[in-house]
């Protein structure tokens, strides 16, 4: 088994819950540090932490979500070339209250990558806060 691979599942596996301090580290303390880069870096970052994993179906990918506290994962349509989903939850929804600036570039590299492992062929995923609906809109295009 790939070492980071190792790494990765043992940090999942041991995740109870997430809260402000990953809150504090994630949307204040990783951009102040990178910059006016910290979202195409995230993204990447995202990216390469789904490709250390073998992805078998959707539901573990939604799993992954709701267990890192990433929120509640679901899909809401299916196209030839796109899938979008929603992503929800305690965690998303107090996160859109905060008087901070909130991305999910990591989150959807993470989808992207998950996606393309999955399926074989490449993807790219778009973010889009949706405050008076409560959510997240993750778009995932496929490249076949």
Not at 29 to 48: F, Q
Not at 63 to 82: D, M, P, V
Not at 129 to 138: C, G, Q, S, T, V
Request: hydrophobic share 40%; aromatic share 10%.
């Amino acid at each position: 088994m790939h070492e980071n691979l190792k790494q990765v599942e043992n940090v999942v596996s041991q995740l109870q819950s997430t809260g402000s301090g990953y809150d504090l580290l994630r949307y204040v303390c990783l951009p102040d540090l990178l910059g006016k880069d910290a979202n195409t870096i995230l993204y990447v970052l995202g990216k390469n932490i789904a490709r250390e994993i073998e992805w078998k179906s959707i539901e573990q990918i939604v799993e992954f979500f709701y267990l890192t506290g990433w929120g509640t994962l679901e899909t809401t349509k299916e196209k030839r070339a796109e899938q979008i989903f929603t992503l929800q939850g305690r965690a998303v929804t107090n996160r859109m209250k905060q008087d901070i600036a909130i991305e999910y570039r990591l989150e959807a590299g993470f989808l992207a990558a998950a996606m393309e492992k999955l399926n074989g062929f490449a993807c790219e995923c778009t973010d889009e806060a949706k405050p008076r609906k409560n959510y997240i809109e993750l778009r995932v295009q496929h490249f076949r």
